[in-house]
Every structure is written in C-alpha cells, then in structure tokens.
C-alpha cells in the first residue's frame, strides 16, 4: 500500500475502503454526512490532513451524481433558488480553508462537532426550527458562512446546511437534489482550495481517488434505501447520522 499512502499496512487500507463504502450508503440514504463520516473515520487511521485530502474527491463526484440524479433542469433551478446560499458559502469556504494548517486538529474536531450535537439533540426531543415562508437575507447569508466556514477547514458543511433546509420544510427528493447541488459546487470550491492549501497533491491524491469506487457502490445501495422510506423515517435516519457522527467528533477533539 505503500504507492497509496506511506505506512498503511494492507488492514488499515482495507478499513478505509470500509468506511468509504459506509460513508457513501448514508449519503445515498439522508443525502450527506459522508464528509463527516470519513473525516472522523479515515482521522482515526491516517490523520487529520489525510482523511481531509481522502475525502475530496468522493465528496465531489458523489454529489455531482446526487444533484443531477433527476436531470439537469431541476439542478439549475435548486441553483437559482439557493444562488445566495451558494455564492456566500464559497467565500467562507474559500478564507477558512487556509486555516487547516494553523488550528489544531483537537480544535477543528470541536468546532464541527458541537453544531452538530446540538442540531440533532434539539431536533430529537421535540424542538425543531422553523422557518415560516421565505427566509430573511440576513438568515440565509448567516447560515451560508457558517457552513462554508467550518466547511472550508474541514470538508463538512452538512449540518448546518441540513438545518437550514429541514428549517424550510423541505420535502424528502427536493432536500436530497438540493443537498447534492450545494455540497456538489461547494466540492469543487473545496478541491481548489486544498490544491491550494497543499492538502490535495500528489502525495495524497491517490488515496483521495482509491476511496472513490466503494463510494460510489455505498450511494447506489443507499438510493435504493432512500427510494423506499417515507419523509418521516427520512427525517429520523438524518437526526440519527447527525448525532453519532457528531458525538464522535466531539468525544476525539475532548481526547476520550
């Protein structure tokens, strides 16, 4: 494995094939968290920049696939409808992906987690947020720097994205379609920035392309999953991602 990634035993490499193969059936289920899933995951293996630089390349043809599953003409209308969202976001995300390099990995693990924990808990125990009609300029340019912010030093942006459009009432295929429009753009915006950062380079880029195929199969087992349950249990398997991908991330940066 060593034309892969210096130092993986053959094990190690077997279980990040795993974790990418789980990361893409969730995705293809609730329509995200595989940022979450394999930075916490593949950090747990290979570190904090590997599992990053790991995680690009899936991330982005993932949701390419995710966007334009029900056609090009329905992507570019979620573009439209969340051009705010989208053009805010980068910004952040393009300023906080040079950070990678300059906060710890603790802290990093923290800032991500913690959003996360408190989404899912107040969602869980009754609590929703709600948005009534359009939301306010002022809520979508505060929600799109959030998410491009923590999205830029880490490669996730799920949770608060997902708050967002759950906040909206979103319907099951709208919330998937639009997921994978926003994250899809905002994974090209990433990929540039850590070719920037140096994140993404050739050292690291053959790991990043060999997690792609088992991503790929994990989204079609989990679109048929997501095919078959209704927005209910939608909404129950997003809370429940949200919370043990959230707590995980948490309980590494705390050190436990």
């Not at 940022?35 to 290979?46: Q, R």
């Not at 709208?174 to 994978?180: E, I, L, N």
């Not at 994140?199 to 690291?204: A, Y």
Request: hydrophobic share 55%; net charge positive.
């Amino acid at each position: 494995m060593d034309s892969i990634l210096p130092g993986l035993s053959p094990a190690a490499f077997a279980l990040c094939l795993l974790i990418g193969l789980v990361a893409g059936v969730i995705k293809g289920m609730v329509g995200f968290a595989m940022p979450m899933i394999m930075i916490s995951g593949l950090g747990s293996i290979v570190g904090p920049e590997w599992a990053l630089a790991g995680l690009v390349i899936p991330t982005l043809l993932t949701n390419g696939w995710q966007a334009l599953r029900q056609g090009m003409g329905e992507a570019w209308s979620s573009v439209k409808r969340f051009r705010v969202f989208l053009l805010v976001g980068l910004v952040a995300l393009l300023i906080s992906a040079q950070l990678v390099r300059v906060l710890s990995a603790e802290a990093i693990l923290l800032m991500i987690g913690l959003p996360i924990v408190i989404f899912a808990i107040t969602q869980l125990i009754g609590l929703p947020l709600k948005l009534s009609g359009a939301p306010s300029l002022k809520v979508e340019v505060g929600v799109a720097s959030f998410a491009g912010f923590i999205g830029g030093f880490s490669g996730v942006w799920g949770p608060p994205t997902v708050a967002y459009l759950t906040a909206l009432d979103t319907p099951k295929a709208d919330q998937v379609r639009v997921q994978g429009v926003i994250y899809g753009l905002g994974a090209v915006a990433l990929f540039f920035a850590h070719v920037g950062s140096g994140v993404i380079r050739w050292e690291t880029l053959p790991f990043s392309l060999s997690l792609v195929p088992v991503a790929l199969i994990g989204m079609t087992i989990g679109f048929a999953v997501q095919d078959r349950i209704d927005q209910a249990a939608f909404r129950r398997a997003t809370l429940a991602v949200l919370l043990i991908a959230g707590g995980n991330l948490v309980r590494r940066g705390l050190g436990l």
